[in-house]
Structure formats: structure tokens, C-alpha cells
């Protein structure tokens, strides 16, 4: 019988720069999604992030990817998904550039990762994530999609971005809901549509953080 390896958890000083900074993922989805990019950054490959936010999550990532010598990549245009909007339950008056009138969470991020000291390990690539993926050309091991939850913006982040992953790639989805009383529906129909296109297997979920392994051609 074969022992199984026990999943990667962070050093003490990085989950504590996670729990710090300004965010909505929970601990324990935290610590699901570092097991899942440890493991994918073992293939040598770039992580990819679609929603960077303040860079919370981005932090694992970009551990992660030091440890294994590869690069986190996060995408987000930095204006906020819909739900971050004024008016909406999300928004945070502390993000607003009051010259602009607008979201831009683009210091924060940058305050985030240099307070980690994980500058040196993300590319962050500010702009709409399908045209950051139509000009991508390499293969990468990991694609964890937390932007926008409407279906327009959660297929395109599907469509854009798996096309890239290698074989044996971890596609990881955050705020995947069974329940329509729980959250939005549109990161739960893009689980089901993986699963569904025969290119995907599910290899573990954690509250509403679902880790999934490309097993075939394009899904």
C-alpha cells in the first residue's frame, strides 16, 4: 500500500501575510488552493490567477511558485467584478482612487506582495483577462479562476484560459455553489461544463473551492 504524501501548507509568516491582507478567501480554501499550486508548480510551469483583487490569494500562489522556481501570473484589470461595485455588497470605499471617481486595487495589490516579499515571483498583468489569454502562448500548470461571476465573464475566463493548461494541469474554481441561495450560479455552471467535457477530473473540493485535473484534450 502506498503512503500518501501529506498536501503542502504555507510557513507560518505567509499565512499570516494571507490572513492580513484585504480579501474574501476563506483559511481553509487558502490552504486547499496552496496544496493544489504546490503540487501543479512541481510540472514547471507557470501559475496562472484570473482575479487578483488586492492579491490575498495571490500570495499562495506566488510561495508556490518560488518554491518550485516558476512564476505566479495574475491577471485583473483592477476596476472590480460587479459585486464590488458602489451600492453593492461587496464594495470597499478604502479601494476607491477618489481622483478617478473609480476601483483601482492595483496599490493595495502592490503594497501586498512587497509587505510578503513575493514581488520578485508574480508577473502581474493588468487589463481583461481573455486578451491576456488571446496573446498567452506558453503551456501552464495551474489556472485558478476568481474573477467576475457573471456568465459572460466566467466563460470567458473558461474559454480563454484552460485551453493553456498542460496535461495534468490543476484547474482550480472558487465560489462554485451548488445552491442558488449560497451565491451566483455562473462559477458552478463553468465546474459542471469541465466536468462535463470528458477533459477534466475532480480531485478534491473545499467549501466552495473545487480542484480539478485536466485528464484529456481541450474541454
Do not use: N
Not at 78 to 98: C, F, I, L, M, N
Not at 210 to 219: C, E, F, I, P
Amino acid at each position: 500500500m502506498t503512503a500518501r504524501t501529506a498536501p503542502a501548507v504555507p510557513r507560518p509568516e505567509i499565512l499570516a501575510a494571507f490572513e492580513a491582507a484585504k480579501g474574501f478567501m476563506p483559511v481553509d480554501e487558502g490552504l486547499a488552493l496552496y496544496a493544489a499550486a504546490t503540487e501543479a508548480a512541481a510540472l514547471g510551469l507557470p501559475l496562472v490567477e484570473v482575479g487578483t483583487y488586492c492579491g490575498r490569494s495571490t500570495i499562495l500562489l506566488a510561495d508556490a511558485a518560488r518554491g518550485a522556481g516558476v512564476m505566479a501570473v495574475t491577471v485583473d484589470h483592477h476596476r472590480g467584478s460587479e459585486e464590488q461595485q458602489p451600492g453593492w455588497e461587496y464594495h470597499d470605499p478604502a479601494v476607491v482612487d477618489p481622483e478617478v471617481g473609480e476601483m483601482d486595487t492595483l496599490p493595495t495589490f502592490r503594497r501586498t506582495l512587497h509587505a510578503a516579499g513575493l514581488e520578485d515571483h508574480v508577473l502581474a498583468l493588468v487589463g481583461r483577462s481573455p486578451r491576456a489569454a488571446a496573446l498567452w502562448r506558453a503551456p501552464v500548470g495551474l489556472v485558478f479562476i476568481d474573477g467576475g461571476h457573471t456568465d459572460e465573464h466566467a466563460t470567458a475566463d473558461y474559454e480563454g484560459w484552460t485551453p493553456h493548461l498542460a496535461p495534468g494541469g490543476l484547474l482550480v474554481i472558487h465560489d462554485v455553489f451548488a445552491d442558488p441561495a449560497d451565491g451566483g450560479q455562473a462559477p458552478y455552471r463553468i465546474y459542471r461544463r469541465a466536468l462535463a467535457s470528458g477533459a477534466f477530473t475532480e480531485v478534491s473540493a473545499h467549501g466552495s473551492l473545487h480542484v480539478l485535473r485536466r485528464s484529456g484534450a481541450r474541454g
